[in-house]
């Protein structure tokens, strides 16, 4: 058989919510999660729990949800080992939700940084004060790193089982200065690098929800300069009305938008309304050569993309491990050793360590995915009858 034909394949773009990761950027109480409530309800009319919010801070609690996990009373080891493995067990049997909002990124990465802190405060009998300071006191260690790691690793077990996502982000007003010299402020997300690096980049869709306003008269006539008094001074109108936009490519004050589509609008006005226009656009404007319907292909896609996940957690039952940390795992294979004499250590599981992992010595493994496979081969093992 030719590699070509195992090999190489035709992609064509997919037109679910589903199957993209869509990031929404706005300052406090600018519309992210009623966006988010509202662009669920419209794009999945008849399936109420496709949606499902997970509430890591009560911005929710005025809103009418169908489908919602309280995070923000709960904890990161929460997250890890009750919400995502039961997620993915969810989609290899039977899927309820469809995507997936984090309600705010911001607070899901603050949440991560206290789990990092904790878990190395134990594992180094130290009580660290911050990532930086883990970053300073092991010299092996980067405490923003792990965080990342961290925090990447669970959204991508969620991502392969076939999870959309909505993140929904804050912004901040932040001051640059150009090589020439030059400051100029722009709207950010506030989110430290680390985790820019994974939500801004990863994002295939980007919307910024921002507050304009418009100056006008008296009689409601929009302004395009300060009125002046007789002597020539400029003067403040009283009078002006403001509305929110959602811009979809970065302007000369907004730096978050764009994303994976060509045909996207600078900006339109706030509605979920317009948000799925918006979206639907885009999506067409890559279909360039397919002669199916956006409605057919949304069926087809959503039977491949539950295929596809069913036989990733099926056949690769390493998701669940992996969504251990590696301290998590190291102890697991302590425990499952227990069951071995060290004659049926040495015969069986020694070998198939070095096959996995290279080496026996599974404690100086810091690939997560490995350590994951060598996790699953323990537990699933008996010696021969």
């Known amino acids: ?5 195992s090999t190489v394949s035709r ?3 997919k037109v679910d919510l589903q199957a993209y990761n869509v990031l929404v950027a706005g300052g406090f109480k ?4 009623r966006l988010w409530k509202e662009a669920m309800e419209l794009f999945y009319p008849n399936e109420p729990d496709a949606g499902l919010l997970l ?3 009560d911005g929710y609690t005025s809103w009418e949800l169908d489908s919602i996990i309280d995070m923000h009373n709960r904890d990161w080891k929460f997250f890890k080992e009750v919400v995502v ?20 990124v911001d607070r899901m990465w603050a949440m991560a940084e206290d789990y990092i802190i904790e878990t190395y405060s134990k594992k180094y009998g130290k009580k660290f004060a911050s990532l930086q300071d883990i970053t300073e006191s092991v010299k092996e260690l980067n405490g923003h790193t792990l965080t990342k790691q961290e925090v990447w690793h669970q959204i991508d077990i969620l991502k392969k089982s076939g999870y959309g996502f909505f993140w929904l982000c804050w912004t901040k ?26 939500f801004e980049s990863q994002a295939h869709l980007i919307t910024t929800l921002f507050n304009e306003v418009v100056v006008i008269d008296k009689e409601g006539n929009e302004l395009e300069e300060n009125k002046k008094t007789k002597g020539g001074k400029e003067v403040a109108s009283k009078f002006h009305k403001s509305e929110v936009m959602m811009y979809f490519r970065p302007s000369n004050y907004i730096s978050i938008g764009g994303g ?14 317009n948000f799925l226009k918006v979206f639907e656009n885009a999506v067409k404007g ?14 087809v896609q959503e039977q491949e993309r539950d295929e596809q996940a069913k036989e990733i957690v099926e056949q690769n039952e390493t998701l669940k491990e992996e969504s251990m940390t590696i301290e998590e795992m190291v102890k697991a294979i302590n425990n499952q050793k227990k069951r071995f004499t060290d004659d049926q250590l040495s015969q069986y599981i020694v070998p198939e360590f070095k096959n996995i992992l290279g080496i026996a010595n599974y404690t100086k493994i810091e690939d997560a995915t490995q350590l994951a496979k060598a996790v699953k081969f323990i537990t699933e093992f008996n010696v021969p009858a």
């Not at 600018?30 to 999660?33: E, F, I, L, R, V």
């Not at 039961?86 to 309600?103: H, P, Q, S």
């Not at 890559?286 to 409605?295: D, H």
């Open 1 to 5: 058989m030719s590699w070509r034909k």
């Open 11 to 13: 992609n064509v773009p």
């Open 30 to 33: 600018a519309g992210k999660t």
């Open 55 to 57: 509430a890591f801070e």
């Open 85 to 104: 493995k039961n997620l993915v067990d969810e989609a290899a049997t039977g899927r309820i939700a469809k995507v997936l909002g984090i309600d705010t």
């Open 173 to 198: 007003e932040k001051e640059t200065t150009t090589i020439d010299d030059v400051k100029f402020q722009s709207i950010e997300l506030s989110l430290s690098k680390s985790g820019r690096d994974i």
């Open 260 to 273: 994976r589509f060509t045909d996207l609008p600078d900006k339109v006005e706030y509605s979920a309304e």
């Open 286 to 299: 890559q279909l360039k050569t397919t002669s199916s319907s956006v409605e057919e292909l949304k069926v």
